[in-house]
């Protein structure tokens, strides 16, 4: 099994900036990927930025230039920096993991979500 635990969350004026963190512990043998969704109320989730293994980054258009994903190998950790953060930013921030366990089967993990909320 695979645990996902976000931290960094909270509220944040227009214009300011956030750190999210994700640690992945447990049954991991190699982190194919990891990355941020956020769903904002009465919305489908949407995927914000990814890594994966080999460097490869996405980010959502309405991030680039603001958002800034990176990772720690050697912790199995993620970090989103937010910065010009928006209103429209709002949403819960989970981290999302693509992981090939010890016993060779590959899974998809989730964290509990972190709330972001952007006061206008």
């Known amino acids: 099994q695979v645990r996902l635990v976000e931290s960094g969350g909270g509220l944040v004026q227009a214009g300011g900036s956030l750190r999210l963190s994700c640690a992945a512990s447990?049954?991991?043998?190699?982190?194919?990927?990891m990355g941020w969704y956020r769903q904002a109320p009465g919305k489908e989730p949407e995927l914000v930025a990814a890594i994966r293994r080999d460097g490869t980054i996405n980010y959502a258009d309405s991030v680039k230039g603001r958002f800034t994903i990176s990772r720690q190998n050697d912790k199995n950790t993620v970090f989103l920096q937010m910065d010009s953060l928006k209103h429209e930013d709002t949403a819960v921030y989970l981290c999302n993991a693509a992981v090939t366990s010890f016993g060779f089967r590959d899974g998809v993990y989730w964290g509990q979500g972190t709330q972001v909320t952007v006061s206008s």
């Open positions: 447990g049954s991991i043998r190699t982190i194919n990927a």
